[in-house]
């Protein structure tokens, strides 16, 4: 039996119901049981890595049926969300191919020049100077930044690399400009996508989440029921879990039925 | 007749001596009453990009003889300055072949990988996410950071581009520590360097630049005579002049001269 009446579940990915390439157990037999009882699955990342059929074509892998759509990812919402601000605009990308590919497809004229009235920063490990200086460039030219996700640094077996924060953060220091958007998470914004996603309201779903300060802030910030899983980044003594308070912490999604 | 009567003088490069390959008039002959008088001469970069020889040669070049010794940059000072706290220590460095150079001459184990006591970050045109890696992986194994110089842009014929202050921030940002020490102006390591050079105390010296922020709030900040000139980055209406009030402001180093 489900522990909470919501009917839209926005779930995780990384560290909720897997870790690296290892299923979280009881992923699967969760995820079936909620899809059974009539509940709306909606799977969220910050990583603007892979696209959004990679990561479906992943978690079916793994024994998780899910389509691109299921998926909502900083990519998708990035692309979106500057649809809304400035259609079509040209943009400087400091980030990876299918980052690239989304803007693409959602119109936007993608240059390798400071020509552009936006750049775009994203966890690329392909950063450079070079990328560096043209966003500098564009920057003087009266370009507007956006970013996909702020995290510091990504898990990684054995450890973390760096992330989207590093580049921001290079880009904010030689510009003197701050990025006036991060759309992931704790963003409300990849929170509004992913809720029109399931089409319910934001009193009727659950967020589940190894993060505290994104997964569970997100959610509480926008009224949803929060349930932080054990099997990630968080551990249960941190003392931000007593401060922040989500409805639910478990020790992994598998917990999520009685 | 030289204006003000100390014997000890320190000359910013760029933008107070020349500006990229031209040199700004009067220079020459400012310099050579300089020495003929008695006066000593030093000067000063936070450029870490050339050898110190390679200053000199452009001073040669351009009509003002120097000895390398006579050039005082940030790798040197951060080559010293290391040397005081850690003596061959392993390091790993972001930036260019002078500074490898520099603290390999110091003795210092220069090293590619992440198994090092100190991060050296500089102005590094071959920045990329291979170098910030490896900077988070030393930082994740108890390094700490060093940095030659604050600048956030350097200046370039028609522009600027990204200066040590991009490479610190992604550090900074992926690794959530801070850079210790930053040696170059407004540093008072490297004017103290500067001053041992010159042989007098900061009583008896006089430092010129263009820069309001480093070159004079440094000077004020150790008590040595200030003058700004304005043939570089600052202009005479910059509200900061009349607030750090440089005991002379001059159209250019020509002025120097009575």
């Known amino acids: 039996m489900v522990r909470l009446p919501h009917r839209g ?17 009881g992923a699967v037999e969760t995820i079936a049981a909620l899809r059974g009882d009539g509940r709306r699955v909606v799977f969220l990342s910050n990583k603007p890595l892979q696209t959004r059929a990679d990561y479906a074509a992943k978690l079916t892998r793994l024994g998780v049926p899910a389509a691109a759509e299921d998926v909502i990812n900083s990519s998708l919402v990035l692309a979106r969300h500057l649809a809304t601000l400035d259609v079509g ?13 989304e803007l693409t497809a959602h119109g936007f004229e993608v240059r390798r020049d400071e020509r552009v009235r936006w750049v775009v920063i994203a966890f690329d490990r392909t950063f450079d100077y070079a990328k560096l200086n043209t966003a500098l460039q564009a920057v003087r030219r009266g370009a507007r930044l956006i970013a996909t996700n702020p995290d510091r640094t990504c898990p990684v077996e054995g450890g973390e690399i760096p992330d989207c924060a590093g580049m921001m953060a290079a880009v904010e220091a030689v510009t003197g400009e701050t990025v006036s958007v991060i759309v992931g998470k704790p963003s409300p914004i990849i929170l509004e996508v992913a809720l029109a996603r399931l089409g319910v309201d934001a009193r009727d779903a659950v967020i589940v989440g190894d993060r505290i300060e994104t997964d569970i802030v997100m959610g509480k910030r926008l009224g949803l029921a929060t349930v932080l899983v054990l099997s990630g980044v968080t551990r249960a003594d941190d003392p931000r879990v007593a401060e922040i308070a989500p409805d639910l912490v478990l020790p992994s999604i598998r917990d999520l039925i009685r």
Chains 1, 2 share one sequence.
């Not at 579940?9 to 157990?25: C, K, M, R, S």
């Open 89 to 101: 605009a040209p943009v400087f990308v400091i980030g990876e191919p299918p980052l690239v590919a």
């Open 9 to 25: 579940w926005l779930l995780d990915l990384d560290g909720t119901i897997y870790v690296g390439e290892a299923l979280v157990p």
